[in-house]
């Protein structure tokens, strides 16, 4: 039967492939330090071999006997040429990436500029360029809208969302109002036309 790699244990450096990380296994269960040491040795020969040293070749080795730690959780015990890298100087946990969460942003399909630039609209002055900009951002609305729907987007139901976005503040009527028809622009087929 087969055995899929997605069944087996993650590997740490994925680089050196499964091989290679089931030697380190192999190596940290040997009981005589001895034995454990010279396969530690031949592990790191192997990494030499598949990677062939660039650069200065002691700090070269040195990078591998860190990555032989690595791959062995730290847990192997072996005399080093070099000093055991200390495992506290990798944190396995990143720091978490402040962002929003989904229920902080319940119009999602108009994106994040849009409640922005309503705001901006409702603080203006009544008169000739706030009621262009509030049909600029109608329409804007409707085309967001039609991108994440894909189905036919009536007025009103942008004009409302307007309206609750703005705390009231901007009011449309449909019946007085009417947003450009928007279609969605056709996918392509990916087929290259023939030449004749």
């Known amino acids: 039967m087969l055995t899929y790699t997605n069944h087996l244990k993650r590997l740490i450096l994925p680089e050196y492939g499964r091989n290679i990380q089931n030697m380190v296994d192999h190596c940290v269960t040997i009981e ?16 030499l071999t598949l990677f062939p040293a660039s650069g200065d070749p002691v ?26 890298i200390d495992p506290r100087e990798f944190n396995p946990v990143p720091d978490p990436v402040p962002c929003e969460r989904p229920g902080s942003m319940p119009y999602r399909h108009y994106g994040q500029y849009i409640p922005a630039l309503i705001e901006t609209a409702a603080a203006m002055e009544e008169g000739e360029e706030r009621d262009a900009l509030v049909m600029m951002l109608a329409c804007q609305m409707k085309k967001a809208m039609l991108a994440s729907v894909c189905d036919n987007v009536e ?6 969302d307007l309206r609750h976005m703005s705390h009231g503040r901007i009011s449309l009527d449909p019946a007085n109002v009417q947003l450009p028809d928007y279609k969605q622009a056709p996918t392509p087929s990916g087929k290259k036309k023939k030449k004749k």
Request: net charge negative.
């Open 59 to 84: 700090e070269y080795r040195r990078k591998l006997w860190d990555h032989l730690y690595i791959m062995s959780d730290f847990k192997l015990d072996v005399d080093s040429p070099f000093e055991h």
């Open 32 to 47: 005589d330090r001895d034995e454990r040491n010279r396969c530690a040795a031949s592990i790191v020969a192997a990494m």
């Open 155 to 160: 007025d009103a139901r942008i004009f409302s």
